[in-house]
């Protein structure tokens, strides 16, 4: 069966994101809507997430989202999860910006992994969301142990009384937009390839490391990442740009940034750690909201025979993202 774990809706101006099943309100709809983990919210997930919204406006109905949290993958294979785009979290503020009307995150659990595909079909897209149509793509499988199709969905929206729309994959830059294929892309370091698809630089939301020493003014233009426990980028050196802070206190630096394990100082430390241009002392502690940006990948990590060479070459990476940064401000005026 199909249980409720928090009750709850949280409201913006024009995107209602609620919590369970039980939190739709009763009399909510009708609807057009898609269900799916949306990893990534990239390019392919928002052309299908524009039909549902354009859809729903032709028919005077609301656009909802249905996706699940955490990943089922990290229930019911956890050796084999992915590591996430875009956790929930980083996912919600996305999709508000899409047009929907509503997202439903339902809690996924043991009870919703063995729910039949009819029982899911019955009580969250009819009984729940009103749904008159339901847009998905043509690999699309739910229900207990993956049983129904996009043909089996097909046949219940017959009975249940709502139209079924496959979609076929998005392609870009030589290839189907998928979130495996970007996740591959960003642990390769391949910022490129996962921008086209993305849409938007990849980015990582987080906090700074413990035991740094914060203090109400922070003056060293240094800051590690609190450990994350999703995608990163493949071990390298990164041009970034981080957010520190949040609303319009938040403050953005340049920078260069180290993803990796710092061998040239022995034994392997794991870290994500930014170094910051043009730096002037902030407010920090250990729960100041962060935001790195992922630019463009400079090189691979490796062990240099010193830390002295290590500070010579850490200098021509700053020369270099300099550069970049100096081409970037060009090009943007040039527009």
Same mark, same amino acid.
């Given at each position: ?25 009763s ?53 084999k ?5 875009t ?89 189907? +937009?998928? $979130?495996?294929?970007? /996740?591959?892309?960003?642990? !390769?370091? &391949?910022? @490129? #390839?996962?921008?086209? %698809?993305l ?62 394990n ?9 870290a +994500?750690? $930014?170094?910051?241009? /043009?730096?002037?002392?902030? !407010?920090? &502690?250990? @729960? #100041?909201?962060?935001? %790195? ?10 062990k ?14 700053v ?13 943007a005026?040039?527009?």
């Amino acid at each position: 069966m199909i249980t409720a774990l928090a009750n709850f809706a949280i409201e913006s101006a024009s995107c209602s994101v609620f919590r369970s099943v039980d939190a739709v309100p009763s009399g909510f709809g009708p609807s057009v809507v898609t269900v799916g983990n949306f990893d990534g919210v990239h390019c392919g997930h928002r052309r299908v997430i524009a039909e549902v919204v354009a859809r729903a406006r032709a028919l005077h109905a609301r656009a909802v989202l249905v996706t699940l949290d955490p990943h089922p993958a990290l229930l019911l294979r956890p050796d084999k999860a992915p590591k996430l785009i875009t956790p929930t979290p980083e996912k919600l503020p996305l999709l508000r910006k899409t047009g929907l009307d509503a997202v439903l995150v339902i809690p996924f659990t043991v009870d919703l992994a063995r729910t039949s595909a009819r029982e899911f079909a019955a009580t969250v897209l009819r009984d729940r969301l009103h749904a008159v149509e339901v847009y998905e793509g043509e690999n699309f499988r739910f229900g207990y142990q993956a049983e129904a199709d996009i043909a089996g969905l097909s046949e219940l929206g017959r009975e249940l009384g709502f139209r079924v729309e496959a979609f076929r994959p998005v392609e870009i830059a030589r290839g189907v +937009v998928s $979130s495996s294929r970007i /996740r591959q892309a960003i642990a !390769a370091g &391949d910022l @490129t #390839t996962a921008r086209h %698809l993305l849409g938007r630089s990849f980015a990582v939301q987080s906090t700074p490391a413990r035991g740094r020493g914060y203090g109400t003014q922070y003056a060293v233009p240094t800051i590690n990442l609190a450990p994350h426990p999703e995608l990163l980028p493949g071990n390298g050196v990164y041009v970034t740009e981080m957010r520190i802070g949040a609303g319009d206190a938040a403050v953005t630096f340049e920078g260069v940034t180290n993803v990796g394990n710092r061998p040239t100082f022995g034994e392997d430390s794991f870290a +994500v750690e $930014s170094f910051l241009f /043009r730096f002037r002392p902030i !407010a920090l &502690d250990e @729960t #100041t909201p962060i935001e %790195l940006t992922f630019l463009k990948r400079l090189r691979e990590e490796r062990k240099w025979p010193s830390p002295e060479a290590l500070k010579a070459q850490i200098g021509l990476d700053v020369k270099r993202a300099e550069r970049w940064f100096a081409l970037r401000r060009v090009l943007a005026g040039a527009r």
